[in-house]
């Protein structure tokens, strides 16, 4: 009977779990019945790059007059788009499916929940390894709320659906399972854990390049970590090799990016940011002018802190240089900078306490995040603080850095269980504040015209492709590639 019980338990946060979850995401998204797709403009540009892979290459078109609005142009390279391979690869195989069934295309909505399902999925397996560590219920529904409700991921998904945002979103959701896995390897050191974080490692940075810096932690913290396990355990070299080849994966994911830039854009290191089709102001600032080259470290320093920590006042500190500035979300606040300086003393507390061998996966844990936090937001800090363009998409990439910040407290060992359950309370309110402030608040404050929704989701009849291709001219039927174009050249 007791055995039972526990089935029953597991399967309800294995499954019943992350369903919830996920069509709490659905609301979260602003879907409404039959608006399963992004606006054109956040869709056909990777759906082309889709096609564009199945077909075996990188070109989303042969044509150099072909090519719109920030997408580029290298040699006889072809037209190519800017956003990174990541999101076409994973909404490949939805693409390759709905064409199968005969179907124009495949709901954006599809791929996208998929991959939140997963998210799900992997919390809910992540808090029932806390529970089996002997982690309290209160604390592992604590860190299920910060995971499955991060703001920053609850920003994107309740914002627009262009294919800036979207990719945004695409590379978040990515690094939230990124971290995941560092987290349950640091916990239970098990294979699975360590070989996908290693492959999310890798591929991350093909979603936004950004986010490579992620990766980079992330294989510091699995490898490492591995290293000293085997190293105190006098491992085997079976055991080593396979530590190595974990470190191989996230290596070749690196490589891939450096080959295909080279392909498509003629250097490792050139993501097509400086080979766009994109507005004068744009290739002015970023090509010749170099404004932030004029200002001094602390007239960038204080813009990018208001950008980071103020976002009601991010005009207020702005340094007197003629930057491009795209001001359309909330970011962060200064309840993050006390939640820094709650972990030093927290820290401190701990140290002065008496040992439990008991909590030593705590302890591992709380310093894997702050150092997955010291490895990450410096030096996004760093690249942004000299951009010279600067767009509150663009500070939202610190969201994982400071997800990780956010748990650290929770796992802090050594400290007395009434400290321990305040803490916990003031987050839960902290998470309920964040989550009204950025989904409720910030949007109602903010909305000055209605194409704020217009630009989430759209509309599409779910037409066969047979029927659709016959709405085009007789030279572009039969390919599903020209079709693309067509819409990237009325849309776009």
């Not at 191989?248 to 990016?257: D, I, N, R």
């Not at 900078?337 to 705590?362: A, F, H, Q, Y």
């Amino acid at each position: 009977m007791i055995e039972d019980k526990n089935n029953n338990w597991k399967w309800l946060i294995g499954w019943v779990f992350p369903l919830l979850a996920t069509v709490c995401f659905v609301f979260l998204s602003g879907v409404t019945w039959e608006h399963f797709y992004f606006p054109l403009r956040g869709s056909v540009v990777p759906r082309m790059q889709a096609e564009a892979l199945m077909q075996g290459h990188f070109a989303i078109s042969a044509h150099i007059q072909d090519i719109r609005f920030d997408t580029a142009w290298y040699g006889g390279s072809g037209v190519q788009q800017v956003w990174g391979l990541g999101m076409a690869m994973w909404i490949l195989p939805f693409e390759g499916v709905s064409r199968l069934l005969g179907c124009v295309s495949c709901p954006d909505i599809i791929p996208l929940l998929t991959l939140l399902f997963c998210l799900s999925l992997y919390t809910a397996y992540t808090a029932r390894m806390l529970i089996q560590s002997g982690f309290s219920l209160t604390g592992t529904g604590l860190f299920c709320t910060m995971i499955l409700l991060c703001p920053a991921l609850v920003n994107l998904l309740n914002g627009k659906k262009l294919v800036y945002e979207v990719t945004c979103l695409y590379a978040m959701i990515f690094a939230l399972l990124l971290l995941l896995a560092v987290i349950r390897y640091l916990i239970g050191r098990r294979r699975f854990d360590f070989l996908l974080g290693c492959a999310l490692a890798g591929f991350i940075a093909l979603v936004r390049p950004t986010f490579g810096i992620y990766g980079m932690a992330a294989g510091i913290l699995l490898s490492g970590t591995a290293l000293l396990s085997w190293r105190k355990s006098g491992g085997t070299y079976k055991q080593l090799l396979f530590i190595l080849s974990g470190s191989v994966v996230t290596l070749a994911g690196f490589l891939f990016l450096a080959w295909s830039n080279w392909v498509r854009f003629g250097a490792p290191f050139e993501f097509g940011h400086n080979l766009n089709f994109s507005a004068g102001s744009i290739v002015y600032l970023t090509r010749f002018g170099h404004p932030c080259g004029e200002a001094s470290l602390w007239e960038l320093g204080r813009e990018l802190f208001c950008w980071v920590f103020i976002p009601w006042a991010i005009k207020a500190g702005q340094a007197d240089i003629p930057r491009w500035r795209d001001i359309y979300q909330t970011t962060f606040d200064p309840t993050y900078l006390v939640i820094l300086g709650l972990i030093c003393w927290l820290l401190w507390k701990s140290g002065r306490s008496p040992k439990d061998e008991t909590t030593n996966w705590k302890r591992t844990l709380a310093w894997g995040l702050l150092i997955w936090f010291g490895l990450t937001f410096p030096v996004l800090c760093v690249f942004y603080l000299s951009f010279d363009t600067l767009s509150t998409r663009y500070i939202l990439d610190m969201g994982p850095a400071f997800l990780a910040l956010t748990l650290c407290p929770l796992f802090i060992p050594n400290l007395s269980p009434k400290l321990t359950g305040w803490i916990q309370k003031s987050f839960y309110v902290w998470c309920l504040l964040q989550i009204i402030w950025v989904a409720v608040l910030y949007p109602h404050l903010t909305r000055s015209s209605a194409d704020e929704i217009c630009f989430r989701w759209e509309k599409r009849p779910f037409l066969s492709r047979k029927n659709f291709q016959e709405r085009l001219p007789a030279s572009h039927r039969n390919s599903a590639h020209s079709m693309a174009v067509i819409h990237c050249k009325n849309i776009l």
